[in-house]
């Protein structure tokens, strides 16, 4: 058959029709071919896809996940892989040009159309198009296309062996399992990471389209740059609230636009529908492939866009229109926006904030619509190995958890991939702000020509992509660069230190950071995830930012801090916690549960030290792409058994399926207590010296089913960590601060309000029966407070030693507080509440009584009402079997007898028909220690 096809006497009228000059093939769906010569193997395909995507549909490889196929797999990615399109049937005949547009290969791939070689590709993040319009003359038959796709690892070696590549001091690569990422620009994490899996996988994994244009004055939208700030906003300088917004929209295109091309826009509340604004975009530039123009826009006609927690998220629909002099509809985006400004504020503590009590330094916290706030989150990893696979139902799903968590920021880790613009459509809609990165992380990284080049093309066209999006809070160069690096590559090189340090500030902030500044006026940027801050910036030197460095005066505070210590002994020692202005890591692995890790591992597998639960601990790394190396590995799941050892009952259980769902638990308590504690420091910190404002801890979701620091398990399930999170994210909580060494005990009400609240705090001593101590050990019962915005205060000091309580091991101090305030930018009056409790022993010292909790199921299926007739319930924990994902509105909770807690479940997926409620069982600290 020939491929002439009258197709195009049916489509050409309706796209001149429109305006659009352009014919567009959807090249995304079935209808592919995937296939390896070399392994004599084809299977249907897909795209967007991944090889491992389609060989798993093709049930010629198993699940990836399952068991040791992290290991087993690897001849997939050792491979190359051809994906071959079907027959394009829907093609314009006689175009005046083609194009094909990929959003995403990933990451080596030769393109062919009909046997002739169109182009390559080398960046996993970039944009590509070619002009195919030759090829597809050329054609004998319908054509096809042929995406080969090598192999990243042994490509990434191929580089390294090069004689003239960057040979780097051993030390700050650091190699997960597959050695050499650096080289390439694929998601750093796809040759492995302490938390993942190593697939590598390959494919092309955004969609893709054929473009065709059949008259000469055309235009197809590649990407769109809307960047609204305030009138003569500068990056790295708080904007003026007062000022005008500015509207600043440019186009990216193919297809030949005329000179005197023009651009409107209309700006629509998106709930009404009601035209905020709607205007001719002015200073109209036509450069290169793009087209530029903007608008003000009146300081107070849009609502603003705030963050979770601090007002409302209004958004706008931008309707950005190209038109020819003749009014004719060149090409038309629509983009849903927010108006908000949003700053890293990195400047120098100022005499007045030093008359305020803030210790010296430089300030290091953000501010939205000029406002100071406590950033409250975690930190956001890729969510799955394979992205094809991350569907939008998921990371709302995700998101909903997020928001339940009362987190309104979360990192996005450097080294997986720019998210997709879904995920930060649905972060625009929560109120979640993204701290975004560029994918680099933990490595020294090339800086020759070609690579700068590479690296250039990516920076700009994500930062356009995701410039309007509200939730975008700041742009980093990369992960741990500044913080660890730099200081690995000192020791193991101290005499090249300084060139390795101009390579770093050549490629992340010599060439990043002026991109950025160039393609967004309203987002910060900053060279490391963790570092010390800047002096100052200076445009016109060829280093831009002139990074702080140990330019530093002990007592001062000037950045944020990312901070590990498997040491458990000091887990709980306040002392031990860095203090700074910012916590942007921090934490500590645990086990998943039982349900998770049925999912991955043969019943068999299911004990604490069993090979493959111990190789899928990526914690500490093998270090290389050897598969059977235990050493590494037992040391993570060590310190996981000593530091429950240390702090909590070991479980003895006779059932070996109880035994190890025990331990994980364990496991996770131990993690939640420590994240709790760090979590409060940091909090307290915002009324001390250090105005720290800012707790992100690492990190919120699981890419797989393994141990790993994730608060969130794969499927959604959550630990015990992101309930006890969510508990102390509240906007005013009670913390107890205790010092196991000296017996200090002090008790602190800390607020991120912006106004102050009153409220009382009732500190009861009971024992493990539920019994009053007597006197309530010499403490007063309840206690004032006011508590000031964005503050904290004490309410109340002891030293336990002193205290009449006549045996430590049996004493619970219960904290409740009530307090009254307004949320930011609300006028109703709420009532806030909070829980807490204290011991002055370890969780395994105390004399647990058996609570003898009763578990009453509501009848609507959704709530569970419990109570301790038997002693006080200490980490009283509700499960829910597998089948279904969802959340319980509290969790791992202190239940004194005499009191009734009802608790309801929020289904986010449920496979079981309504029958988990009947799986829901309750357990408390008591049943860790029985059989
Ligand atoms: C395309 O081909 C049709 C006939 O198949 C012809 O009428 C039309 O003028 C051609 N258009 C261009 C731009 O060459
Ligand atoms: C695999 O792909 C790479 C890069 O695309 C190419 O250099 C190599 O020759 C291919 N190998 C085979 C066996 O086709
Ligand atoms: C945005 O506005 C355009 C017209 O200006 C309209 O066609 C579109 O439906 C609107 N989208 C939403 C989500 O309201
Ligand atoms: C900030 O303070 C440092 C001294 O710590 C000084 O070197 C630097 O120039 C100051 N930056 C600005 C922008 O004033
Ligand atoms: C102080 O800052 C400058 C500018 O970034 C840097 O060149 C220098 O190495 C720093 N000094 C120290 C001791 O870190
Ligand atoms: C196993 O890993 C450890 C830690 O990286 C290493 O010291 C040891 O040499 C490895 N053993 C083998 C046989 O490769």
């Not at 994994?205 to 990407?223: H, P, R």
């Not at 050892?645 to 994980?664: G, I, M, T």
């Amino acid at each position: 058959m020939h491929w002439s096809s009258n197709f195009w006497l049916a489509l050409l009228p309706a796209t001149i029709g429109l305006g659009r000059a352009h014919h567009v093939v959807d090249l995304a769906g079935d209808g592919w071919t995937v296939s390896s010569e070399a392994l004599n193997i084809s299977v249907p395909g897909k795209l967007p896809s991944h090889v491992h995507l389609d060989l798993l549909a093709a049930k010629v490889i198993g699940d990836p996940y399952y068991g040791l196929n992290d290991f087993n797999q690897r001849w997939v990615c050792n491979d190359n892989w051809t994906y071959t399109s079907h027959p394009l049937q829907n093609l314009l005949k006689n175009a005046t040009s083609s194009w094909l547009v990929f959003n995403g290969l990933d990451t080596f791939t030769t393109i062919e159309v009909c046997g002739q070689v169109v182009g390559t590709t080398d960046n996993q993040f970039r944009q590509y198009t070619f002009d195919v319009s030759q090829a597809l003359r050329d054609c004998k038959d319908l054509p096809t296309l042929a995406l080969n796709f090598g192999s990243a690892p042994k490509i990434a070696d191929a580089i390294a062996n090069n004689p003239e590549s960057e040979v780097w001091p051993n030390g700050p690569q650091l190699v997960y399992e597959f050695p050499n990422r650096w080289f390439i620009r694929k998601e750093q994490s796809d040759f492995g990471w302490d938390w993942g899996p190593a697939f590598a996988p390959a494919g092309p994994w955004k969609d893709a389209s054929m473009v065709q244009f059949a008259q000469n004055d055309g235009i197809f939208v590649l990407n769109t740059d809307l960047d609204i700030y305030r009138q003569g906003q500068i990056n790295y300088l708080p904007p003026d609230q007062s000022q005008p917004w500015v509207v600043n929209a440019s186009i990216d295109f193919i297809g030949d636009l005329p000179k005197d091309a023009s651009m409107h826009i209309e700006l629509t509340e998106l709930h009404t529908g009601k035209v905020m604004h709607s205007a001719s975009l002015n200073n109209i530039s036509i450069s290169g492939r793009t087209i530029t123009g903007s608008c003000t826009v009146n300081p107070d006609a849009p609502k603003l866009w705030w963050p979770l927690g601090l007002g409302q998220q209004d958004l706008y629909n931008a309707t950005i229109t190209v038109q020819a002099k003749d009014q004719r509809e060149l090409a038309q985006v629509e983009k849903r926006t927010g108006f908000r400004t949003i700053f890293l504020n990195q400047l120098n503590i100022t005499d007045e904030q030093l008359a305020q009590g803030i210790a010296p330094g430089a300030n290091w916290h953000f501010e939205v619509n000029g406002r100071e706030f406590y950033a409250k989150g975690s930190n956001f990893i890729p969510p799955d190995a394979f992205w094809p696979r991350v569907t939008e139902e998921r990371m709302q799903q995700l998101f909903n958890a997020v928001v339940a968590g009362n987190q309104n920021m979360l990192r996005v880790w450097a080294s997986g991939a720019y998210l997709p613009d879904f995920i930060y459509d649905i972060a625009d809609q929560a109120g979640v702000l993204l701290w975004s990165e560029f994918e680099f992380g933990d490595a020294l990284y090339p800086t020759d020509k070609a690579f700068l080049e590479n690296v250039a093309a990516e920076v700009k066209y994500n930062v356009r992509r995701v410039n309007h999006h509200p939730s975008l809070a700041l742009w980093a160069g990369g992960n741990e660069l500044e913080s660890l690096e730099l200081p690995l590559v000192r020791a193991a090189s101290p005499q090249n230190y300084s060139y390795y340090v101009g390579q770093y500030e050549k490629l992340f902030i010599s060439t990043i950071l002026p991109l950025v500044y160039e393609n967004s006026r309203s987002i910060s940027y900053m060279p490391s995830s963790t570092g010390n801050g800047y002096l100052y910036v200076n445009l016109s030197a060829p280093v831009p930012m002139a990074e702080r460095y140990d330019n530093v005066t002990s007592g001062h505070y000037y950045s944020d801090t990312d901070h590990y210590n498997y040491d458990s002994s000091v887990a709980f020692d306040f002392g031990s916690y860095p203090v700074g202005r910012f916590a942007n890591e921090f934490g500590y692995h645990s086990m998943p549960s039982l349900q998770t890790w049925q999912q991955a591992v043969s019943p068999e597998d299911l004990h604490f030290n069993s090979s493959t639960i111990v190789l899928r601990n990526h914690h500490y790394p093998p270090g290389g792409p050897q598969t059977d190396n235990f050493t590494n590995p037992l040391k993570g799941m060590g310190e996981m058994t000593i530091a429950v050892e240390r702090y909590y009952p070991v479980p003895h259980k006779n059932d070996s399926l109880e035994q190890f769902s025990a331990w994980c638990h364990a496991t996770q308590l131990f993690q939640a207590d420590m994240y709790k504690s760090e979590i409060i420091f940091n909090r307290r910190g915002s009324g001390l010296p250090e105005r720290q404002l800012g707790s992100l801890y690492w990190q919120l979701e699981d890419i797989w089913q393994a141990p790993t620091w994730a608060g969130i398990e794969y499927d959604g399930r959550w630990k015990v960590l992101h309930y006890v999170a969510r508990d102390v994210y509240q906007p005013i909580i009670v913390s107890p601060f205790w010092n196991y060494t000296t017996g200090d005990l002090s008790v602190w009400v800390t607020s991120d309000l912006w106004e102050e609240a009153k409220g009382t705090v009732n500190l009861t001593w009971v024992d493990m029966t539920g019994n009053p101590i007597a006197e309530n050990a010499g403490t007063t019962q309840i206690q004032q407070f006011s508590v000031g915005g964005l503050n904290t205060t004490k309410i109340y000091e002891t030293n336990t030693p002193k205290l009449s309580i006549p045996d430590n091991r049996n004493a619970v101090l219960i904290l409740s507080m009530t307090a009254d305030g307004y949320m930011p930018n609300s006028q109703n009056k709420t009532t806030f509440t909070h829980r807490e409790k204290a011991t002055v022993v370890w969780p395994n010292e105390i004399s647990l009584v058996d609570p003898k909790i009763e578990l009453a199921r509501g009848s609507d299926g959704l709530t569970f009402t419990l109570e301790a007739k038997g002693g006080v319930a200490l980490y009283t924990w509700l499960d829910y079997p597998a089948g279904v994902v969802g959340y319980f509105d509290d969790n791992v909770f202190t239940l004194v007898p005499g009191e009734k807690k009802t608790v309801r479940f929020t289904v986010q997926k449920d496979d079981t028909n309504g029958k988990w409620a009947d799986g829901v069982t309750v357990r408390s600290l008591w049943d860790q220690t029985t059989d």
